[in-house]
T-cell receptor, first 109, second 115 residues
Framework: GQSLEQPSEVTAVEGAIVQINCTYQ??????LSWYQQHDGGAPTFLSY????GLEETGRFSSFLSRSDSYGYLLLQELQMKDSASYFC??????????FGAGTRLFVKA | DAGVIQSPRHEVTEMGQEVTLRCKPI?????LFWYRQTMMRGLELLIY????????DSGMPEDRFSAKMPNASFSTLKIQPSEPRDSAVYFC?????????????FGNGTRLTVT
């Protein structure tokens, strides 16, 4: 089977750095993605890691350790507009993409 | 690029009625996914297609649910008969697919309420 675990909720202040962790168990693994979803909106793609290491895209970075079945999303210079839910998602066998339960990020002024 | 288009945006129906949700994927995308999102169960993969062929429907909850993709530009998800527990936001997503970074592009979803 497949399972992904991430914290349900994280709170941080504007300008700070926050890390959202994700651990996964899947039968087959091709890569780990991160998606952002604002209330009432659709999930939108943020980043993808297929190999170990850090990928940086502006204020957002994502890390993967395949040996530890672990990844994280790092958000820097937090802004109020970053308040949203963040989902890790595993690309399993056959391009099947399974999502975690999501982490709700609250950014305070 | 118009993005993934879903219709209707909102659907309110009574228990026992048939519901049909529609999706137009991004042109050139070979993979199409149907997800259901609820507070309790999060984003659940219901079924996905590759080149119009269903690949994995293990997430379809019951025989009341069926999905089709008659051509590369159209897919439907049908619930018959609908039940109150089917109330959720249903998302369609498409992707170019293949190995590597092929992100899912989601439509705006259909919010289904079954009373």
């Amino acid at each position: 089977g497949q399972s992904l675990e991430q914290p349900s909720e994280v709170t941080a202040v504007e300008g700070a750095i926050v890390q959202i962790n994700c651990t996964y168990q899947t039968s087959g693994f091709y890569g780990l993605s991160w998606y952002q979803q604002h209330d009432g909106g659709a999930p939108t793609f943020l980043s993808y890691n297929a190999l170990d290491g850090l990928e940086e895209t502006g204020r957002f970075s994502s890390f993967l350790s395949r040996s530890d079945s672990y990844g994280y999303l790092l958000l820097q210079e937090l802004q109020m507009k970053d308040s949203a839910s963040y989902f890790c998602a595993v690309e399993a066998g056959g391009f099947k993409t399974i999502f975690g339960a999501g982490t709700r990020l609250f950014v305070k002024a | 690029d118009a993005g993934v288009i879903q219709s209707p945006r909102h659907e309110v129906t009574e228990m026992g009625q048939e519901v049909t949700l529609r999706c137009k994927p991004i042109s050139g995308h070979d993979y199409l996914f149907w997800y259901r999102q609820t507070m309790m169960r999060g984003l659940e993969l219901l079924i996905y297609f590759n080149n119009n062929v269903p690949i994995d429907d293990s997430g379809m909850p019951e025989d009341r649910f069926s999905a089709k993709m008659p051509n590369a530009s159209f897919s439907t998800l049908k619930i018959q008969p609908s039940e109150p527990r089917d109330s959720a936001v249903y998302f369609c997503a498409s992707s170019r697919g293949g190995a590597g970074n092929s992100p899912l592009h989601f439509g705006n979803g259909t919010r289904l309420t079954v009373t």
